[in-house]
């Protein structure tokens, strides 16, 4: 069977090929195109089973219909989390998400290859990937929404929690629970915002004369950061991750030992299996779901064409916890 093309739609419904991809488009009534003539356009559609071409169609209408996310993993809960969300959102409003996995190795050639199909907004996770749409170049048309803060960078949409949010809920819950001696565990090679959000709101805050921080290098360290910080009597340890906090109970568990006794553990951000540990865990987590909701907004608006002014959206974490 011939494949059915705007030529042999226009001939069945005995109208010109700009009147029938006007109608095709949706541009019938804008143009006051009779309402029978668009009934015999779409009935001729119909009868060769017309599907537009994806190409044509953006080249036509502008839109592209797609939102492309980029990140360097989706192995966390949140992120998995967030592209369930947001996938169905965004599907609501009849546009794709593309999500696009980068590292060390790929970074440019995957955000090059995404810039140039021009989707109606791209995603960022981290800051890197930011600078390398900004570096590109290849000029990017679409909408930049940021889930990380972005300071110094104009033209960019935020949704974001600050981290010192994080910190201060974390430091607040401890001490209610009176564990006032309280740890840090970070990484050597992280941009520290959250040892310097811990450093300014309680080491220097309560004028903390212990050295309680630990920065690991490599992921082997971590039990034995664990274990120093028990033998300066910490009661509470915030890890600068949920990432942190999954490797120390995996490795505990490998080596058959038991977590830290009368010690309450806490992240940045949140991992169900947090809920089933044997250590009372408390962590934050911004809703994924409202991240969706948000992202989707301007996603739509970016859609529509609308004038609008990149917003900057700090949400308040949540504290997720499995003890009473």
């Known amino acids: 069977m011939k494949r059915a093309s705007l030529k042999s739609i226009a001939a069945e419904a005995g109208v010109a090929k700009t009147t029938a ?23 001729a ?7 537009p071409s994806y190409l044509a169609k953006t080249l036509s209408s502008g839109n592209t219909g797609t939102i492309g996310i980029i990140c360097e993993r989706i192995n966390s809960w949140y992120l998995s989390n967030l592209l369930h969300h947001l996938s169905l959102e965004l599907n609501s409003i009849s546009l794709l998400l593309i999500p696009c996995i980068t590292n060390q190795t790929n970074r440019v050639t995957i955000i090059e290859e995404l810039i140039q199909r021009q989707p109606e907004a ?12 900004k570096k590109s170049s290849i ?22 929690s600050k981290i010192e949010s994080h910190i201060n809920i974390l430091l607040h819950e401890s001490i209610r ?27 220097d805050r309560f004028e903390i004369k212990t050295d309680y921080t630990e920065l690991i290098k490599t992921d082997n360290n971590i039990a034995d950061a664990v274990l120093t910080l028990q033998n300066k009597n910490v009661n509470a340890i915030i890890f600068e991750s949920n990432r942190l906090l999954t490797i120390y109970l995996n490795k505990i568990k490998k080596r058959g030992l038991k977590v830290v006794q009368n010690v309450h553990l806490f992240s940045i ?56």
Request: charged share 25%; aromatic share 10%.
């Open 122 to 133: 791209i995603i960022v996770t981290n800051n890197l990937d930011l600078q390398y749409i």
């Open 45 to 51: 559609a119909k009868n060769q089973n017309y599907n």
């Open 269 to 324: 951000g949140y991992n169900p299996r947090f809920y089933h540990s044997e250590a009372p865990i408390g962590s934050t987590s911004i809703s994924a779901e409202e991240v969706a909701k948000r992202i989707t907004k301007i996603a739509e608006s970016r859609k529509r064409r609308e004038e609008y002014e990149p917003t900057d959206i700090t949400l308040t974490p949540l504290l997720i916890k499995n003890y009473s």
């Open 21 to 43: 991809s006007l109608v095709l488009n949706n541009k019938g009534d804008q143009y006051q195109i009779n309402k029978e003539t668009q009934k015999r356009i779409l009935n």
């Open 177 to 203: 629970l009176s564990k006032k001696a309280i740890g840090f565990i970070g990484e050597t090679d992280s941009d520290n915002r959250a040892l310097d959000a811990y450093l300014k709101s309680y080491i």
């Open 139 to 160: 000029p990017y048309y679409g909408t930049v929404i940021s889930l990380v803060e972005t300071p110094g960078i104009n033209k960019v949409n935020n949704i974001y």
